[in-house]
C-alpha cells in the first residue's frame, strides 16, 4: 500500500477565482496580496508548470519596467501552467524584484516591482495584449 502524498496548500483551481479578480479589482495591491497569500508564497507552487520562453512576456516587460521604474530588467524567468493557460514569473531591476501573472486565453496579466532596497513599496501595473503577426 503506498503513502498518500501530501496535499499542497494551496488550490490551482483558486487560479480561475485570480483571473476573475485580474479583471475587476482596482487596488493592485489588493489582488497582488492574493496572489502572493494564496499561491507565490507556497514554495509548492514553484514545482507546477515549466519554464517557457514566450515572446510577448518579453517584449513587455522590458517596456513595463521601463515605464514604471525608468530601468530594464534582467534575468527573466517564465513559468508555464498549461491546464490553466496561465504564466507567472519574475526579474530583477538592479536590487528591486520584478514579478508577473498573466492568463493566455484572457491576453490580461499584471506586473509588480518591488521599491528600492526592498523597502515594500511596490509598484504595480496591469495589461492587455499579445504581440501583432507581421507574417
Known amino acids: ?14 487560479l480561475k477565482d485570480l483571473e476573475m479578480r485580474l479583471n475587476r479589482e482596482k487596488d493592485l495591491g489588493k489582488l497582488w496580496e492574493y496572489y502572493m497569500d494564496r499561491f507565490a508564497d507556497h514554495p509548492e507552487f514553484m514545482e507546477f508548470g515549466e519554464p517557457v520562453e514566450h515572446p510577448f512576456l518579453q517584449q513587455i516587460i522590458p517596456m513595463l ?11 527573466i524567468f ?5 491546464d490553466y493557460e496561465f504564466i ?6 538592479e536590487s528591486r524584484i520584478g514579478a508577473l501573472i498573466y492568463f493566455e486565453k484572457k491576453l490580461k496579466g499584471m ?5 528600492l532596497n526592498m523597502s515594500g ?3 504595480y501595473s496591469r495589461f492587455t495584449g499579445h504581440p501583432i503577426d507581421n507574417n
Open 78 to 82: 517564465l513559468i508555464k501552467i498549461p
Open 65 to 75: 519596467s521601463q515605464e514604471i521604474v525608468k530601468k530594464d530588467p534582467r534575468n
Open 88 to 93: 507567472h514569473g519574475s526579474f530583477w531591476v
Open 121 to 123: 513599496h511596490m509598484k
Open 111 to 115: 506586473v509588480a516591482i518591488s521599491g
Open 1 to 14: 500500500m503506498s503513502t498518500p502524498k501530501p496535499q499542497p496548500s494551496f488550490n490551482l483551481r483558486r
